[in-house]
């Protein structure tokens, strides 16, 4: 392993503000940390969640905008979340954390109604039929942030992957959830149909994002809120 790379996660098990479970932990259901978030934080203000945060591009920016807000990213790779961190750290901002875990175990570590929204930032699309379980929009998925974002929280999905925002918009169809907001096309035309703070935080732009962009690739957008399940 690069010897940079072994600094960074060692840097990780020293930093306040990030936390690494062990899968025994992740895989019980159940961890201290369910509940806790708020007295880390030292605040009531609302949580968002962003999943699969990679480098943190968005927790951080978010972070940064807006201080009456908490946020967390989350992602099983250390030497992405180290990125982030790094700057949470050197900047003294207060309001972000990370957790590295599979998201699959998210629940484990939140507490009922905790999260008040949640962020999908460009996730792998899983392509092939046998993978449509590990998309983060699946109903599997949705059940299990059902378990701890406030009924009526925002989910917020942006995609590259046209595929994925047509199975999400069919999924939520499934379920009787009317999406609040869909573009194929974020910056193009749609944009001016943002309101003012839309636009504010939706112009931050994640690593993968950014790259995406640079070779022209339009940027999906949709934006839904929780319902009980169907079931
Ligand atoms: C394509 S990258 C996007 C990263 C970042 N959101 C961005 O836009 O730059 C997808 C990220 O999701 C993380 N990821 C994928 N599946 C995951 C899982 N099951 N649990 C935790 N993280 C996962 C990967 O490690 C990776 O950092």
């Given amino acids: 392993m690069a010897k940079n790379k072994l600094a960074h996660f060692a840097e990780l098990k020293v930093f306040k503000h990030v936390f690494e479970p062990s899968i025994n932990i992740a895989k019980e259901g159940s961890s201290p940390l369910q509940g806790s978030w708020h007295s880390f934080f030292g605040n009531k203000n609302p949580i968002t969640l962003e999943l699969g945060c990679g480098k943190g591009e968005y927790t951080v920016g978010m972070g940064q905008m807006y201080s009456n807000r908490n946020f967390i990213g989350v992602d099983i790779k250390g030497a992405r979340i180290w990125r982030g961190a790094k700057t949470v750290e050197e900047e003294g901002i207060n309001n972000a954390a990370f957790l590295r875990t599979r998201i699959e175990f998210i629940s484990s570590f939140f507490g009922n109604d905790e999260v008040d929204e949640l962020w999908l930032t460009f996730s792998d699309p899983q392509l092939k039929d046998k993978r449509e379980k590990h998309r983060l929009s699946h109903p599997r998925f949705l059940d299990i942030y059902r378990n701890f974002v406030r ?27 009317v999406a609040d907001l869909i573009t194929h096309d974020l910056y193009g035309e749609d944009w001016d149909k943002l309101s003012d703070d839309d636009k504010k935080h939706m112009g931050l732009k994640t690593f993968y994002e950014q790259k995406f962009l640079d070779i022209g690739v339009h940027i999906n957008y949709i934006r839904f809120q929780l319902y009980e399940s169907k079931q």
Wanted: net charge negative; glycine share 12%; aromatic share 12%.
């Fill in 151 to 177: 009924p009526g929280g925002w989910i917020h999905m942006k995609t590259d992957s046209r595929f994925l925002a047509d199975y999400t918009l069919e999924v939520l169809e499934e379920e009787g959830i």
